[in-house]
């Protein structure tokens, strides 16, 4: 409790520091804040979604959940040409 007290104080008495800044903001300065905050929202969200997947998963494996358990496997389909004379008639128009 002390912590969150000495806390307060301290940001309570930054507000008797303050003093005014007469300087210029140019325009610029306005296009940088965005892109930082816009870098802090989608650093916040990959970090969010990649704990939220560690934690599915491990709350998966503990309840003995498989996602894929239901999931219908297809077969890969391989497609062989017999027909050598295709392989041939390119080699002769490459002549």
């Known amino acids: 409790m002390k912590h969150i007290e000495r806390a307060l104080l301290a940001i309570g008495m930054t507000g008797l520091l ?3 800044a007469y300087a210029y903001l140019d325009p610029s300065v306005m296009t940088y804040a965005i892109q930082i905050i816009a870098g802090i929202v989608v650093a916040v969200g ?3 979604g990649i704990l939220w997947r560690k ?3 491990k709350v998966s494996d503990k309840l003995g959940i498989d ?3 239901k999931k219908e496997i297809e077969d890969d389909i391989v497609v062989t040409d ?3 004379s295709s392989i041939e ?3 002769e128009e490459t002549k």
């Open 67 to 69: 996602e894929n358990a």
């Open 55 to 57: 934690a599915k998963k």
């Open 82 to 84: 017999t027909d050598d």
């Open 46 to 48: 990959a970090v969010v």
């Open 18 to 20: 303050v003093v005014p």
């Open 89 to 91: 008639a390119q080699k």
